[in-house]
Nanobody, 125 residues
Framework: QVQLAESGGGLVQAGGSLNLSCTAS??????MGWFRQVPGKEREFVAA????????????SVKGRFTISRDNARDNVKQTVYLQMKSLKPEDTAVYYC????????????????WGQGTQVTVSS
């Protein structure tokens, strides 16, 4: 059974930092990433990485501030993707979702078939 579980969300002041993690199990995923969503808006691409981190993409709004990384267990039973967020802004406030897929890296929501439940990040001004 595939499971993606996010952790690390919370409340932080503007300019601060926060780290998110997502552990995936049940399959070996070639690509994992993060999206975020605020009420009334579409889900926005944040970052994604390939299995070996040889291919990494960032959304324009987070480039230079967020860093995605990945840790694959030796047996690939569990894979963890991290999102290190620095210089946070109030506009970074959103529910952050972990996403995973087998075949190709993508900046599109439709490119990922597996999703976590989301974790709230709130940045106060």
């Amino acid at each position: 059974q595939v499971q993606l579980a996010e952790s690390g969300g919370g409340l932080v002041q503007a300019g601060g930092s926060l780290n998110l993690s997502c552990t995936a199990s049940g399959r070996t995923f070639g690509y994992m990433g993060w999206f975020r969503q605020v009420p009334g808006k579409e889900r926005e691409f944040v970052a994604a990485t390939s299995w070996g981190a040889g291919n990494i993409l960032y959304g324009d709004s987070v480039k230079g501030r967020f860093t995605i990384s990945r840790d694959n267990a030796r047996d690939n039973v569990k894979q963890t993707v991290y999102l290190q967020m620095k210089s946070l802004k109030p506009e970074d406030t959103a529910v952050y979702y972990c996403a995973a897929d087998l075949w190709a890296i993508s900046t599109l929501e439709s490119g990922y078939h597996y999703w976590g439940q989301g974790t709230q990040v709130t940045v106060s001004s």
